[in-house]
């Protein structure tokens, strides 16, 4: 397709970056698994850790058209695409500032890694505009912002963020992972560079494991530079099956949303439950910024029981959402920070967080949300 300019984005998730089938005509994109191509009549050295093969260079033209930039790039696993692009971005003397709840991921590339590149880092207080004024320094070259957080579902001010960021000469990077290109295009609120783990909402069945950065071709060429060197290509079949999955992500992750919204409103009137953290419930502190930079609020929501009632043994009377580390699959999971994600921290980090011991996080799937509040209350019932 050669123009991508106004096109539906139910189109673009379906043809924008086929890889066409010549030769065959088939109704799919072929998967190019070469790792050589002859170099006759071809200005491109065309190699896998290029990130040039047919399939990644066509996928990543879905993304840029999903993320509306000029370009994008797609790698091994999210992790592989946030610290190749932070290291693109931060040399030696440079000074990053972050927002205080981040991916834990994200975080711990940070503070593990970061000493032994001399690049210093500070995290904000809060999620406020001024918190991220107070940790700028001359040095400063990147504010790092991802919303809706994880596992509270904060919501950060796009436009105030990379407002101040431009006013100061600074790249804004954000982590689009829990909304998704569906939910939210940070382009359109100033924001440089959009970060994702294709393993979420991208991928959606819980079967790959990838990672996009999306940018300006400026930016993806200095990325590019980099991710050429340390290697965090995937695999072309990979790259089929997230065409694949991209397809629907539109159809996906909008039913998600519905249901998830359902299910935030059903668990705030449940008498078991004593809070629930959802953007697109009035309830929540950011609902008002949550709907100014959303078109929907997600499929990711977390909620706590009342006091007496057991989140590990709720979990464990489910018996249709699973209990599952990842997120973002077609499937309803369930899982306690404490235990697992935000295990590494002290109770006191946590604290500070706001994470409570009993807090569930809840990614919801495209299931029928009557069998998944039959679910809910069975397991409810059986802890009486
Ligand atoms: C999972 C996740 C990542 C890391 O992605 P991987 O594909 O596991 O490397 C980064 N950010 C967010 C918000 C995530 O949920």
Redesign the pocket.
């Known amino acids: 397709m050669k123009e991508n300019k106004n096109l539906g984005i139910n189109t673009i998730c379906t043809h924008v970056g086929e890889v066409k089938d010549e030769q065959f005509k088939g109704a799919v994109s072929p998967i190019y698994m070469s790792t050589s191509y002859a170099f006759d009549n071809v200005d491109v050295k065309r190699y896998p850790r290029y990130f040039n093969t047919p399939n990644q260079e066509m996928l990543c033209k879905k993304i840029a058209a999903l993320e509306k930039t000029e370009n994008a790039l797609i790698f091994g696993?999210?992790?592989?695409?946030?610290s190749t692009t932070l290291l693109a971005f931060l040399h030696k003397g440079d000074h990053i500032v972050l927002q205080q709840t981040l991916?834990g991921?994200?975080y711990n590339f940070v503070v593990e890694e970061f000493d032994k590149f001399g690049i210093e880092y500070s995290f904000t207080q809060d999620l406020s505009i001024e918190s991220f004024q107070k940790e700028i320094k001359p040095n400063t070259k990147v504010l790092y912002i991802?919303t809706p957080s994880?596992p509270l579902l904060t919501i950060t001010d796009m436009k105030a963020i990379s407002g101040l960021a431009k006013e100061n000469g600074i790249v804004t990077m954000i982590?689009n992972?829990?909304a998704s290109p569906i939910n939210q295009t940070p382009i359109d609120f100033g924001v440089d560079i959009m970060?994702?783990?294709?393993?979420?909402y991208m991928g959606g069945h819980s079967d790959v494991?990838?990672?996009a950065v999306a940018a300006s071709n400026l930016h993806i060429d200095l990325i590019w530079n980099v991710a050429k060197n340390l290697g965090g290509s995937l695999s072309d079949f990979t790259v089929w099956m997230l065409e694949r999955s991209l397809k629907t992500m539109n159809l996906r992750v909008k039913r998600q949303s519905k249901n998830a919204l359902k299910m935030a409103k059903y668990l705030e009137k449940n008498a078991k439950v004593s809070k629930v953290y959802y953007p697109g419930l009035k309830s929540h502190p950011d609902y008002q910024l949550a709907k100014k930079q959303m078109k929907n609020f997600g499929g990711m929501l977390s909620f706590e029981l009342c006091d007496g009632v057991n989140s590990m043994d709720f979990m464990n009377a489910l018996q249709l959402i699973k209990p599952s580390m990842?997120?973002?699959g077609i499937e309803s999971t369930m899982l306690s920070p404490t235990q697992t994600s935000h295990a590494l921290l002290s109770p006191e980090e946590r604290a500070q967080q706001g994470i409570k011991d009993g807090l569930i996080r809840f990614s919801v799937g495209i299931e029928e949300t009557k069998d998944l509040i039959a679910d809910i209350e069975q397991a409810l019932d059986s802890l009486q």
Request: glycine residues 12%; hydrophobic residues 40%; without cysteine.
């Open positions: 696993s999210g992790m592989a695409a946030v991916y991921g994200t991802e994880n982590d992972t829990f970060l994702h783990s294709a393993t979420k494991l990838a990672g990842s997120l973002a």
